[in-house]
């Protein structure tokens, strides 16, 4: 009897926190609706202020269900605006030959391995100052037969006199493997440049002729492909309009406190709205935080609102930035020190728009469900919506159903997050171990 009382009990117990999540698990569920697709694609919905407001920090019991109640795996993250990025491609060559011409030119010769992309462009490496030459560069696809790709392109030094440094030659477009690269002394038309800038400096002009003869010294030639991608530049701000302001003066510190009511919303900027004019106010933004059990504030950031308006000059800069954060409540602090406190108007909130991205499956419908104090952060695969992500593919836009009545459902009873109380739990195991006493008292009767 005691042996099936432990197999019966503990198990029991052992399963309280395991509950997998299912639609009913959550406090409200929403209607996801798509474009008909003929194979799996991305998809995103943007994310509004009643999910915010009824999920917490993280988005831990923020779930998506197709209609036959499975969960399916999902990846939440702000908008970004994107910026295209021009990356270089080192591509390696191997020097096949160097040599002096006549004329104080050299030439040296580079072949490229063909597994190799072609070169749009290379950077001639020397150690040498105050220097103008040109460059010729051919190219071939044997290394025999040779075509001319740029004609008298000219690199110069003029660093002792301004910040002037050229030493890349662009090419044109090629599908060459073998680069012949002549460097020579440049014309007198040429070299006027550097000429100028000699007599400039208090020298005589042969002192310029006297650099153009000058042996030229190469260190490398690095050669290079550029690549493009389009990167994740700045998030996207939307305004989360607040849930309510208390704005309060407080002359013994000489201050203005604004309570936000925030509805969770993720915020990392606000924005003063006063008809005020010619001012700048110091000022905090605080988050509520608990520390041995008491309740204080923490701050954020801090800043100063600016406005001037003058003849002739204005400035209006009554923005305040500050880490996202997604809080119940703001408190900020406006530091008025001996002026006049500013007349608020409102202030408004924002911070990055989030969507929520998955693969979606033709002929197949979506709800989105949230709210639940228990739910721990899923731990889903996704590797194919990061990778998705990463090659550019734009994702179909859903939408998601609004927010009303029809969306909500009441709260279901919950075994796991009931069993999980502290209170129903201990009592759980007391009766148990009052029901084990029980049989060992009746074990040790039968024994007596």
């Known amino acids: 009897m005691k042996k099936f009382l432990l197999r019966a009990v503990f198990p029991l117990l052992a399963a309280v926190p395991a509950f997998a ?27 509004d202020a009643a999910v915010l407001a009824a999920t917490r920090p993280g988005f831990p019991d923020l779930r998506l269900f197709d209609t036959a109640g499975t ?12 910026r295209t990025q021009t990356n270089r491609q080192a591509i390696a060559a191997t020097a096949t030959e160097l040599r002096e011409l006549s004329g104080n030119r050299i030439e040296a010769r580079f072949e490229i391995p063909r597994n190799m992309p072609n070169p749009d462009a290379f950077d001639i490496r020397t150690p040498l100052k105050d220097f103008i030459r040109t460059v010729n560069v051919s190219g071939s696809r044997d290394g ?18 301004m910040d002037l440094r050229r030493t ?3 090419l044109p477009s090629n599908v060459l493997h073998y680069f012949s690269i002549e460097i020579g002394n440049a014309s007198e038309e040429r070299a006027q440049p550097l000429i100028r800038l000699v007599q400039r400096d208090g ?12 042996p030229f010294r190469i260190d490398g030639v690095d050669f290079w492909r550029e ?9 996207v701000l939307q305004e989360w309009p607040h849930a309510g302001i208390q704005v309060k003066q407080e002359p013994k510190t000489k201050t203005t406190e604004i309570h936000l009511e925030t509805a969770l919303a993720p915020l990392s900027r606000i924005q003063l709205e006063t008809p005020a004019h010619n001012f700048q106010r110091r000022a905090s933004v605080m988050v509520p935080t608990v520390t041995n059990g008491r309740r204080s504030w923490r701050s954020i950031g ?3 609102f600016t406005r001037v308006d003058l003849p002739g000059y204005a400035r209006d800069d009554v923005a305040l930035d500050f880490p996202e954060t997604r809080a119940e409540e703001l408190r900020i602090v406006i530091h008025d020190d001996d002026n006049p406190p500013l007349e608020i108007a409102d202030l408004h909130t924002f911070g990055p728009a989030y969507r929520l991205l998955w693969l979606a499956d033709p002929g197949t419908d979506y709800r989105l ?10 731990d889903y695969d996704l590797f194919a919506i990061r990778t998705a992500l990463e090659k550019g593919l734009a994702p179909d836009v859903w939408q998601l159903a609004e927010a009303g009545p029809a969306a909500a459902i009441a709260k279901h009873f919950r075994l796991g997050a009931f069993l999980a109380r502290p209170a129903v739990f201990g009592s759980l195991l007391f009766l148990a171990a009052l029901a084990l006493l029980g049989l060992l008292a009746k074990a040790l009767k039968k024994a007596a």
Do not use: M
């Open 168 to 170: 890349e030659i662009p």
């Open 71 to 82: 969960e399916i795996p999902r990846a939440i993250e702000p908008l970004y605006t994107t």
């Open 302 to 304: 801090n800043g100063a």
């Open 203 to 214: 020298r005589d002009s042969s002192r310029a002729f006297d650099l153009l003869q000058t």
């Open 227 to 235: 690549t493009t991608l389009q990167a994740q530049d700045k998030p």
């Open 21 to 47: 999540a299912a639609p009913a698990d959550l406090d409200v569920t929403r209607e996801v609706h798509g474009p008909r697709i003929a194979e799996p694609r991305l998809a995103e919905v943007r994310l």
């Open 144 to 161: 025999i037969t040779w075509q001319p790709l740029v004609q008298n392109a000219v690199i110069f030094d003029y660093t002792r006199y």
């Open 369 to 378: 469900a949230y709210g639940n104090e228990e739910l721990a952060l899923p």
